[in-house]
Protein backbone atom coordinates (compact mmCIF):
# COMPACT_ATOMS: atom_id res chain seq x y z
CA UNK A 1 0.00 0.00 0.00
CA UNK A 2 1.45 3.44 -1.15
CA UNK A 3 1.61 6.18 1.25
CA UNK A 4 1.04 9.65 0.20
CA UNK A 5 1.75 12.74 2.63
CA UNK A 6 0.69 15.60 2.00
CA UNK A 7 2.13 19.14 3.42
CA UNK A 8 1.79 22.82 3.02
CA UNK A 9 -1.22 23.80 3.01
CA UNK A 10 -2.35 26.77 4.64
CA UNK A 11 -3.98 30.13 4.73
CA UNK A 12 -1.97 32.57 2.13
CA UNK A 13 -3.31 36.54 1.06
CA UNK A 14 -4.47 36.89 -2.88
CA UNK A 15 -1.45 37.63 -4.94
CA UNK A 16 1.01 35.41 -3.02
CA UNK A 17 2.67 32.11 -3.64
CA UNK A 18 2.28 28.77 -1.64
CA UNK A 19 4.12 24.94 -2.64
CA UNK A 20 2.32 21.94 -1.51
CA UNK A 21 4.35 18.91 -1.05
CA UNK A 22 3.52 14.90 -1.59
CA UNK A 23 6.08 12.54 -0.51
CA UNK A 24 5.49 8.84 -1.23
CA UNK A 25 6.40 5.72 0.70
CA UNK A 26 8.09 4.17 -2.75
CA UNK A 27 10.42 5.41 -5.33
CA UNK A 28 8.65 7.61 -7.09
CA UNK A 29 10.02 6.21 -10.09
CA UNK A 30 7.76 3.37 -10.04
CA UNK A 31 4.68 5.31 -10.90
CA UNK A 32 2.98 6.04 -14.30
CA UNK A 33 1.33 9.43 -13.51
CA UNK A 34 1.42 11.85 -10.57
CA UNK A 35 -0.98 14.43 -10.16
CA UNK A 36 -2.84 16.97 -8.37
CA UNK A 37 -6.84 17.77 -7.63
CA UNK A 38 -8.68 19.78 -6.10
CA UNK A 39 -12.20 20.00 -4.02
CA UNK A 40 -14.27 22.67 -2.68
CA UNK A 41 -17.51 21.88 -0.46
CA UNK A 42 -20.46 20.93 -2.86
CA UNK A 43 -18.35 20.21 -5.94
CA UNK A 44 -16.95 17.21 -7.50
CA UNK A 45 -13.24 16.74 -7.16
CA UNK A 46 -11.60 18.21 -10.18
CA UNK A 47 -8.08 18.11 -11.99
CA UNK A 48 -5.28 20.87 -11.19
CA UNK A 49 -2.39 19.43 -13.03
CA UNK A 50 -0.42 16.07 -13.59
CA UNK A 51 3.19 14.77 -14.70
CA UNK A 52 3.58 11.58 -16.50
CA UNK A 53 6.17 9.09 -17.17
CA UNK A 54 8.19 11.17 -19.70
CA UNK A 55 7.73 14.40 -16.96
CA UNK A 56 4.99 16.13 -19.27
CA UNK A 57 2.90 18.13 -17.67
CA UNK A 58 -0.71 18.86 -18.29
CA UNK A 59 -2.48 21.52 -16.08
CA UNK A 60 -6.13 22.84 -15.91
CA UNK A 61 -7.07 26.11 -17.95
CA UNK A 62 -7.89 27.95 -14.36
CA UNK A 63 -4.03 27.51 -13.44
CA UNK A 64 -2.31 27.38 -16.57
CA UNK A 65 0.65 29.85 -15.94
CA UNK A 66 0.19 30.19 -12.67
CA UNK A 67 0.85 26.76 -11.32
CA UNK A 68 3.69 24.10 -11.53
CA UNK A 69 4.02 20.80 -11.15
CA UNK A 70 7.51 18.90 -10.49
CA UNK A 71 9.18 16.61 -8.90
CA UNK A 72 12.56 15.59 -6.67
CA UNK A 73 13.25 11.70 -7.25
CA UNK A 74 16.03 11.79 -4.54
CA UNK A 75 13.36 13.33 -1.95
CA UNK A 76 10.12 10.78 -3.36
CA UNK A 77 8.39 13.92 -3.59
CA UNK A 78 5.68 15.72 -6.04
CA UNK A 79 5.46 19.38 -5.98
CA UNK A 80 2.64 21.74 -6.51
CA UNK A 81 4.00 25.25 -6.55
CA UNK A 82 1.24 27.98 -6.75
CA UNK A 83 1.27 31.64 -7.91
CA UNK A 84 -0.33 34.37 -7.77
CA UNK A 85 -2.88 32.83 -5.79
CA UNK A 86 -6.94 33.55 -6.10
CA UNK A 87 -10.00 33.00 -3.74
CA UNK A 88 -10.88 31.17 -6.34
CA UNK A 89 -8.41 28.64 -5.33
CA UNK A 90 -9.28 28.02 -2.19
CA UNK A 91 -9.87 24.22 -1.67
CA UNK A 92 -8.10 20.54 -0.25
CA UNK A 93 -6.00 20.21 -2.85
CA UNK A 94 -5.09 16.38 -2.76
CA UNK A 95 -2.19 14.34 -4.05
CA UNK A 96 -2.77 11.41 -6.79
CA UNK A 97 -0.16 8.75 -7.55
CA UNK A 98 -1.52 5.70 -10.08
CA UNK A 99 -4.64 4.90 -7.58
CA UNK A 100 -3.47 6.32 -4.62
CA UNK A 101 -4.52 9.17 -3.16
CA UNK A 102 -3.27 11.47 -0.09
CA UNK A 103 -5.50 12.69 2.49
CA UNK A 104 -5.76 16.37 0.89
CA UNK A 105 -4.13 19.67 2.73
CA UNK A 106 -6.54 22.74 2.48
CA UNK A 107 -4.98 25.74 1.03
CA UNK A 108 -7.15 29.24 1.74
CA UNK A 109 -6.75 31.88 -0.24
CA UNK A 110 -8.06 35.53 1.83
CA UNK A 111 -7.38 38.68 2.86
Known amino acids: QVQLVESGGGLVEPGWSRRLACKTSESIWKFNTMGWYRQVPGKEREFVAS???????NYSDSVKSRFTIFKDTRKNTLYLHMNLLEPEDTAVYFC?????WGQGTQVTVSS
Open 51 to 57: LDGSDTA
Open 96 to 100: NVDVY
